[in-house]
Nanobody, 126 residues
Framework: QVQLVESGGGLVQAGDSLRLSCAASGRTFSSVFMGWFRQAPGKDREFVAAIRWSTGATYYADSAKGRFTISRDNGKNTVYLQMNSLKAEDTAVYFC???????????????????WGQGTQVTVSS
C-alpha cells in the first residue's frame, strides 16, 4: 500500500510560480511512475507530468512543457511539480499518483495508476 499526501497549492496571479509536493509513504519502492494529474471544474482529469522513479526520466503534457518541471527526492520519497508562468487555464485540483509495476505501463493514463492523493487546489487569477 502507498499513501500520497499533496501540498503546496494556493491562489496566485497569472505569471506567478508554485511548487507542489507529494510525500509518499508505504511501499514506494514498487512504484514505477509517479505522476501529476489535474482536473478543472466540468472537465476530465488530465495528465500533467510523470517521472520514472528508478531512472528519473521525465514526461510532460504539451500544456506543461517549458513551464512545469517534475522532480523527485528519493531520500524523502517526495515528488515535486514546479510550475512557472502560471496561466488562468492551469486552475484545477492537482493530484499526485503512483503506478505499480504491471504489464502495459503508461505514464500518461490515469487508469494505470494505482494510488492517489487527496488533491490540492491551484487557482490562478488573470
Amino acid at each position: 500500500q502507498v499513501q500520497l499526501v499533496e501540498s503546496g497549492g494556493g491562489l496566485v496571479q497569472a505569471g506567478d510560480s508554485l511548487r507542489l509536493s507529494c510525500a509518499a509513504s508505504g511501499r514506494t519502492f514498487s512504484s514505477v511512475f509517479m505522476g501529476w494529474f489535474r482536473q478543472a471544474p466540468g472537465k476530465d482529469r488530465e495528465f500533467v507530468a510523470a517521472i520514472r522513479w528508478s531512472t528519473g526520466a521525465t514526461y510532460y503534457a504539451d500544456s506543461a512543457k517549458g513551464r512545469f518541471t517534475i522532480s523527485r527526492d528519493n531520500g524523502k520519497n517526495t515528488v515535486y511539480l514546479q510550475m512557472n508562468s502560471l496561466k488562468a487555464e492551469d486552475t484545477a485540483v492537482y493530484f499526485c499518483a503512483a503506478q505499480a509495476p504491471k504489464p502495459g505501463i503508461r505514464y500518461d493514463r490515469d487508469s494505470m495508476y494505482d494510488y492517489w492523493g487527496q488533491g490540492t487546489q491551484v487557482t490562478v487569477s488573470s
